[in-house]
């Protein structure tokens, strides 16, 4: 196959499978104004779930299906227990509190699954390689690059047509006045939190038949989720969809045309970003 | 029933105050341990911490040290330069080690060798291969009992000169030992094979560790053409690089993939039936390169105690404290400068064969082994058929060519 094809192929993959992780991050910052750091653990959670159930049942489906559910779950006890008490409180404490979060997870999932690496195989039905143009590609990929899109649109539709979806932004543009208008805001953060974990942990177990699950694999993929979200443009959903297939593609085509520079150029991007419009490619004006 | 338990009671105490007695008469004789224990290459550091708890209850049942019980200390380098001098330090002076054992990455070895010289303090690398530590950056206090790059490399330049492909190129993670073991294989295979074409450097492909998503280099090493690929990554960027490779065709027949650390355990055990057939791998020890009594009762404990077979670095870990308990027996004490003075040309039969440490720059010499991955239905995992041995002295760089320079 051509390499500019494949190239194309491999950045919209990588980006596609970034979207599904940062997305969650996005949309928790935008409603909630919480930047939460355990969002990589939530992910990585989902990707030994995927690993879990696989071993119980054999099936990567069930897993699909319940891995993110429990996670949400788990979600909302610390979005109950932990979050909630100090919203008032400075900023600087949530991410203090998050970040402990992510410490905790970490190494309970290292207590439960232990410190080696693990390999998850994807479905029957997507392993393998299919024909595109002159050459051939991994299923499992290509699957990724249709999943993203689905996913975003889905969103979309959510956030946009639904009344729930409706009531969400509202809240996101003005918590008091939402209140007062009747929306139980605390309810709708709890849910919020638990669909950001829900969808972290999504695509974490869609992560685990492409890379291998170890502990610490969440402390590597939030940096590049953060970046995602700032060059999208913080609490901006299709901002993050833009940012991650930009970072997919310049992942891809960096290796190939200027491997000098690729481990910095997310960082310059993000400084370029930050310098002549710091609220992002497609974020509101602040 | 009251005064049985009583007498139960004063059992007791008497036990923990005889055992105390004891305790007291000999200090234990202290081992610090540094290795990866958290982050992606956790895995290494458990193998490792296994390799010597095993050590350390062999020597203790065989009666310690000089008399004296052994206590291993370890802690977590996380694979970062200050951490590692920094859990240095702490070893010393706080918990007041003996010696120190241990290193996985290169980079914190680089750094935490000049500091031992301020320490005074016997270290023994176990896995990390920068050949800087026992060449330019050599001192009295540092030893290596592991394989060290050169040594590896020298193997897979033997091996791949023996192969048709004519141009090669490389992946390996983009930090010093990537661009270290793909500089040494030019130098190397060129000295033994001319008309080779070796792609430039931004040809290549040098992911950073940090890499999870491995197609942009899978296809840009497929694209070039080359029919000789040198892979240097390790641990989970190699376990996702061969996973991703075997979906992209990368493992199709069509060139010669040799990886120098593809036959660690820690690895294959990730990887199973997942891990291609037919592909050169190198290693530190593979378990069953030797058929001596020392590696089979080494294979067999380990695999009793821990359910899987020892990884390299469990052996390292495993055989630096054989070979510090032998060189205290040997000196009849742990008095660091004389440990310092004993290993220098101390040789001894350890479960990888006899490994003899070179005087002149504390480097193992010791034979290596390479072999072709080969599926076998009594192993878990991928095993190593045909095996290649390689007599420690072929591989070993001379001493002039370290440039260690020992004040």
Same mark, same amino acid.
């Given at each position: 196959m051509d390499s500019v094809v494949a190239n194309i192929l491999n950045g919209l993959s990588w980006g596609m499978l970034l979207f599904l992780i940062s997305v969650g991050l996005t949309v928790v910052f935008g409603v909630m104004g919480i930047l939460n750091f355990a969002h990589g653990s939530l992910f990585m959670l989902g990707s030994y779930f995927a690993l879990q159930f696989v071993r119980w049942v054999g099936s990567f489906w069930i897993g699909l299906l319940l891995g993110p559910v429990i996670v949400a779950f788990l979600a909302i006890l610390i979005e109950r227990f932990l979050i909630r008490p100090i919203?008032?409180?400075?900023t600087s404490l949530q991410l203090l509190l998050t970040f402990g979060v992510m410490l905790i997870l970490d190494d309970g999932v290292r207590l439960i699954w232990g410190s080696a690496y693990h390999v998850v195989n994807p479905p029957q039905i997507l392993s393998g390689t299919i024909a595109i143009f002159s050459g051939t590609y991994p299923v499992y990929r290509v699957f990724l690059v249709i999943a993203g899109p689905l996913v975003g649109v889905a969103l979309w539709a959510f956030f946009t047509m639904t009344r729930w979806g409706k009531t969400l932004r509202a809240a996101a543009m003005d918590r008091r006045m939402a209140e007062i208008i009747g929306v139980r805001a605390p309810l709708l953060f709890t849910l919020v939190f638990a669909f950001g974990a829900w969808i972290a942990a999504l695509g974490g177990v869609l992560a685990a038949p492409h890379q291998s699950v170890g502990p610490a694999m969440g402390e590597h993929i939030i940096i590049e989720s953060f970046i995602v979200v700032v060059i999208g443009g913080m609490g901006s959903f299709p901002g993050a969809f833009v940012g991650a297939l930009i970072l997919g593609l310049m992942n891809a085509f960096g290796a190939t045309m200027l491997p000098d520079l690729q481990m910095a150029m997310p960082y310059i991007l993000l400084a370029i970003i930050l310098l002549a419009r710091p609220r992002g490619i497609l974020g509101e004006e602040l | 029933m009251k005064k049985r338990f009583i007498l139960g009671i004063s059992v007791c105490f008497l036990a923990l105050i005889l055992s105390g007695t004891v305790y007291a008469a000999a200090k234990p004789v202290k081992l610090g341990f540094v290795y990866?224990?958290?982050?992606? #290459?956790?895995t290494y550091g458990q193998f490792a911490k296994q390799g010597a708890e095993l050590a350390i209850d062999e020597v203790n049942k065989a009666g310690g040290i000089n008399g004296r019980t052994v206590e291993g200390f370890f802690e977590d380098s996380t694979g970062k330069s200050d951490v590692g001098i920094r859990v240095i330090r702490k070893l010393v002076?706080?918990?007041?080690?003996d010696a120190v054992i241990g290193l996985d990455s290169s980079g914190v070895a680089s750094a935490v060798t000049p500091v031992m010289k301020e320490l005074k303090t016997p270290l023994i690398i176990t896995h990390?291969?920068?050949?800087?530590?026992?060449?330019? $950056?050599? $001192?009295?206090?540092t030893f290596r009992i592991s394989l060290n790059l050169n040594q590896n490399i020298a193997m897979a330049a033997k091996i791949a000169s023996e192969g048709k492909a004519k141009t090669w190129t490389t992946v390996g993670p983009d930090y010093s030992f990537g661009h270290q073991s793909w500089e040494y294989f030019q130098k190397y295979l060129s000295q033994r094979k001319s008309g080779l074409v070796f792609l430039p450097d931004d040809k290549a492909a040098f992911p950073p560790l940090?890499?999870?998503?491995f197609s942009p280099y899978i296809t840009k090493v497929i694209s070039s053409n080359a029919d000789g690929v040198l892979i240097s990554l390790w641990g989970g960027n190699l376990i996702d690089f061969v996973r991703q490779g075997m979906d992209m065709g #990368? #493992?199709?027949?069509?060139r010669e993939v040799l990886m120098t650390?593809?036959?660690a355990t820690e690895v294959l055990y990730a990887l199973k039936d997942k891990m291609p057939e037919g592909i050169w791998v190198g290693t530190?020890?593979? #378990? $069953?390169?030797n058929n001596t009594p020392v590696n089979k009762a080494f294979v067999n404990a380990y695999h009793k105690r821990f359910g899987v077979y020892p990884s390299y670095n469990a052996h390292g870990a495993y055989a630096a404290v054989k070979m510090y308990a032998a060189a205290a027996a040997k000196a009849k004490s742990v008095d660091k400068e004389k440990i310092v003075g004993t290993l220098e040309g101390f040789a001894l039969e350890l479960p990888v064969g006899k490994v003899v440490i070179?005087?002149?720059?504390?480097?193992a010499v010791t034979d290596g082994v390479w072999g072709k991955t080969a599926a076998d239905p009594k192993v878990p995992i991928r095993v190593l058929k045909p095996l290649r041995k390689f007599a420690g002295k072929d591989i070993t760089p001379s001493v002039a060519e370290t440039g260690c320079k020992m004040k």
């Open positions: 919203y008032s409180r400075d | 990866i224990m958290s982050g992606p #290459f956790a002076y706080e918990a007041g080690v990390a291969a920068t050949p800087d530590v026992t060449g330019t $950056n050599c $001192n009295r206090y940090s890499t999870t998503d #990368f #493992f199709d027949g069509k650390l593809g036959a530190r020890y593979w #378990f $069953n390169a070179r005087p002149e720059d504390h480097q």
